[in-house]
């Protein structure tokens, strides 16, 4: 069953994506590539101030936020048009969508709990959120990283003839989280860096991997490709 086919495919890039704190330091590793993760402590104040900033301008589209706070995958599944068909027609690509939301996750939630910062209602109390605030910490913004994460595998998937879309697409869902008034900047900065760095993880394995372990991800991949063929 597809749930048994995610699980699969999720499994050997759970085990190959890890986030710990070695000393002073924070770091993604992938398949022994080190990423390192650093909060500029010294652009916090003017990053929070900017949130403050934009939400007193009110400039926001309510819905987008209510619904990619519930469903980051909507945007996407929405500029490739995916709605508009049966949803048997896409099955596989709703599959690989939903490893890489498997395999994203538990590695920034390490390091949002290791790094521990605070979201920028916390900072500043005149903030007030258009949307409820995680409960966990801000850095890296989990939402950015999914979304560049997912640019980057669908990219690859569909054979996009516009390679700039998706990845703009991500950062529209990252800063509409700022507008939100639930991540800073510098938070949506760094999700971006992993989730592309996760994303052509996910993408070379798909590709060129060898590894017995990957087969099931190597299938999954190639099924869903067909869905665009």
């Known amino acids: 069953g597809s749930r048994q086919r995610m699980l699969l495919a999720s499994t050997p890039m759970l085990a190959a994506i890890r986030a710990d704190s070695p000393g002073k330091h924070f770091r993604l590793t992938i398949d022994g590539k080190h990423h390192a ?4 402590q010294v652009q916090a104040k003017a990053a929070v101030k900017q949130v403050a900033d934009e939400l007193r301008l009110g400039e926001v ?12 995958t909507w945007p996407f599944v929405h500029a490739l048009r995916m709605h508009d068909s049966p949803i048997e027609r896409y099955a596989y690509t709703g599959e690989v969508m939903d ?3 498997d395999v994203h996750a538990p590695p920034i939630y390490v390091l949002k709990h290791l790094m521990g910062v605070k979201r920028p209602h916390e900072v500043d109390t005149t903030i007030r959120p258009w ?3 995680p409960a966990h ?11 560049h994460a997912m640019a980057v595998v669908l990219n690859a998937l569909t054979g996009a003839s516009d390679a700039a879309a998706l990845p703009n697409l991500a950062a529209a869902v990252a800063k509409r989280r ?3 008034g639930v991540h800073t900047h510098l938070d949506s900065a760094m999700g971006a860096k992993l989730g592309a760095a996760i994303g052509a993880y996910m993408v070379a394995q798909a590709n060129a991997g060898t590894d017995p372990e990957f087969a099931p991800w190597r299938t999954l991949f190639a099924m869903a490709s067909s869905e665009w063929a």
């Open 37 to 40: 993760v650093a909060y500029p």
């Open 61 to 72: 589209n309510l819905d987008f936020i209510a619904v990619e706070a519930e469903n980051p």
């Open 99 to 101: 490893v890489v939301a």
């Open 131 to 133: 949307v409820p605030s």
């Open 137 to 147: 910490a801000s850095y890296p913004s989990g939402h950015g990283t999914y979304a």
């Open 178 to 180: 700022e507008l939100a």
